[in-house]
């Protein structure tokens, strides 16, 4: 199975931070790399596909970069409903795989 | 809009057998693939099954022989049958679509169901 290992694991950060999320493929995926956001009692929310495309309806504010193995996320300018933990997934491979997550919390 | 709505959880022992259900409505079910994904409490996602459009199935390590995921296109509908259940497999069970023309992304979830194990 492909691991994927995000980093940090969480952080803090005021609104109007930039804020950088990283994760990493343990074998090249390409692009096949999808970002999520998740909140408590809530349904996970495409926010990357393909490593950089973002659905329409996602804040210009995230973009994603990367392939290969490495990739990142960032929000340009962390909002107050940006606080969230955040996913990366490989769709490279069966089984999919997500990273551990990366909790964001409120400074 | 793409609705999807799992229903079917609840506590059980272990060892006992669960089917979850999720009701799609809003796009074309049977050109889809479908999958489940779960979360364990203060955990992360974990894929726990999928199916593709043509009815091909796949399965992780941890679930393959216990969990049977299928579909029934006529009536939108996905299900999965948990059979021999363990503490572990206690969280909250999600239903997503995937997209292919966004690299098989899970593009729509549904609002999650809880399963409980526990004597």
């Known amino acids: 199975d492909i691991q994927m290992t995000q980093s940090p694991s969480s952080l803090s950060a005021y609104v109007g931070d930039r804020v950088i999320i990283t994760c990493r493929a343990s074998?090249?995926?390409?692009?096949?790399l999808n970002w999520y956001q998740h909140k408590p009692g809530r349904s996970p929310r495409l926010l990357v596909y393909?490593?950089?495309s973002l659905p329409t309806e996602v804040p210009s504010r995230f973009s994603g970069s990367g392939s290969g193995t490495d990739f990142t996320l960032t929000i340009s300018s962390l909002q107050p409903e940006d606080f969230a933990t955040y996913y990366c997934?490989?769709?490279?491979?069966?089984?999919?795989?997500f990273g551990q997550g990366t909790k964001v919390e409120m400074k | 809009e793409v609705q999807l709505v799992e229903s079917g959880g609840g506590l059980v022992q272990p060892g006992g057998s669960l089917r979850l259900s999720c009701a799609a409505s809003?796009?074309?079910?049977?050109?889809?693939?479908m999958h489940w994904v779960r979360q364990a409490i203060g955990k992360g996602l974990e894929w726990v099954s999928g199916?593709?459009?043509?009815?091909?199935?796949y399965y992780p390590v941890s679930v393959k022989g216990r969990f049977t995921i299928s579909r029934e296109n006529a009536k939108n509908s996905l299900y999965l049958q948990m059979n021999s259940l363990r503490d572990g497999d206690t969280g909250v069970y999600f239903c997503?679509?995937?997209?292919?023309?966004?690299?098989?992304?899970?593009?729509?979830w549904g609002q999650g169901i809880l399963v409980t194990v526990s004597s």
């Open positions: 997503a679509r995937v997209e292919s023309g966004r690299y098989e992304a899970f593009d729509y």
């Open positions: 809003g796009f074309t079910f049977s050109s889809y693939d």
């Open positions: 199916i593709s459009y043509a009815g091909d199935t």
């Open positions: 074998q090249s995926i390409t692009t096949y």
């Open positions: 393909g490593a950089s």
């Open positions: 997934q490989q769709s490279y491979d069966t089984p999919p795989t």
